[in-house]
């Protein structure tokens, strides 16, 4: 599954991923899922100039999950309601985003420190949902003070792996019992970076304790590591399916060794062929930098790229500077070894 992630899970990073696909007979995109980046519940009901472009499913709607931040109970179910009329696969609320502006409202991981808030507002979401799949995608727990929620007793406080884990169990298994049907756990606190890793034998302890399906997200860098985590149970990629689209694709290929022929030189070019076709002409640079931020570390010399593609106002600006280094470097056109 590829990550929500802000300003990059749109459609033109889908479409650059699905491009991959299929490259050597291998099934293509089947049961790939795509999450859109948060979406805000508020926006979306208000109907902001952008949300239609925020709404495009495209290139494959019924593998497109659309994730819906917020705080207000009524919102998020308003909003549930108008997207499960919409043709996708499913929706997903955002417990995960530990970002202080997103908290400080309420939304993201402010959720998981209030079992009983959250599980009413999932009951309230859940009533509204009624074709599509309700997924939530959480971290391991909602303070970022180091202590477990508010609904914790108080010796729980200074929180040990053992009351990490018995906070998660019982938050989930609320959202279980509201009629979620799927988990992703991003298996971080509420206040950690991404320098700490990502404790994945939280997930398979999750997985131990839940009837429904658990997906596990974070740090997975190559194909190989995606592979060896789909085998475990459902797999969630965002940065490294910015710096690798052909991710998916080369774990898919029948030894899990094969990558499809990339030309990291034409593969930026044609996302910003896609940026510019997909989103709106105000999201453009934003958007490309937040690409290159990432693609370009398959380069030798790629923060001296970034400075460089960072000064650019235009996307036609960025295009020439990115061929211009490649005429210097033509080398640099193949990827890293995976
Ligand atoms: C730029 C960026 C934006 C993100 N935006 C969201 C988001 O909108 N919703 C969400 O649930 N998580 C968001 N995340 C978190 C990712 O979905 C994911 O949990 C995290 O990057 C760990 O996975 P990774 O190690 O494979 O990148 C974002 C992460 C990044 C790097």
Redesign the pocket.
């Given at each position: 599954m590829l990550?929500?992630?802000?300003?990059?899970s749109h459609r033109a990073l889908r479409e650059l991923i699905e491009g991959f696909e299929g490259f050597a007979g291998e099934p293509g995109g089947e049961g790939q899922e795509y999450f859109t980046?948060?979406l805000s519940a508020g926006a979306l009901l208000g109907g902001g100039p952008f949300e239609s472009w925020y709404l495009d499913a495209g290139p494959c709607p019924r593998r497109l999950v659309y994730?819906l931040a917020g705080a207000d109970p009524a919102r998020l179910e308003r909003a549930a309601a108008l997207l499960d009329r919409r043709d996708c696969l499913g929706i997903d609320i955002?417990m995960?985003?530990a970002a202080p502006a997103i908290r400080r409202t309420g939304a993201g991981t402010a959720w998981m420190a209030d079992i009983n808030k959250a599980a009413a507002m999932i009951g309230r979401v859940r009533d509204a949902v009624r074709q599509r799949r309700l997924s939530v995608?959480l971290r391991l727990d909602g303070s970022p003070g180091g202590g477990l929620g508010t609904a914790a007793p108080p010796q729980e406080r200074a929180a040990g792996p053992a009351d990490i884990l018995e906070y998660l169990v019982r938050f989930c298994r609320r959202l279980e019992a509201e009629g979620v049907e799927l988990i992703t756990l991003?298996p971080r606190r509420a206040g950690e970076k991404f320098k700490r890793r990502?404790r994945w034998e939280y997930v398979e302890a999750l997985r131990r304790e839940l009837a429904i399906p658990v997906a596990g997200?974070?740090?997975?860098g190559t194909a190989a590591e995606l592979l060896r985590r789909a085998g475990e149970g459902r797999a969630m990629?965002?940065?490294?399916a910015v710096r690798q689209p052909w991710i998916f694709a080369e774990a898919r290929s029948p030894a899990g060794t094969g990558r499809p022929p990339v030309n990291l030189e034409e593969t930026a070019l044609r996302f910003l062929e896609l940026l510019a076709r997909y989103q709106p002409p105000e999201f453009h640079i934003s958007r490309a930098r937040?690409f290159f931020n990432y693609f370009c570390d398959n380069l030798k010399w790629g923060t001296h790229v970034k400075n460089l593609l960072n000064r650019e106002q235009s996307l036609g600006g960025i295009e020439r500077a990115w061929k211009a280094y490649f005429a210097a470097h033509p080398e640099e056109s193949l990827p890293p070894p995976g």
């Open positions: 990550a929500p992630m802000a300003e990059i980046e948060m994730q955002n995960g985003c995608k991003h990502a997200n974070g740090d997975i990629v965002g940065r490294a937040r």
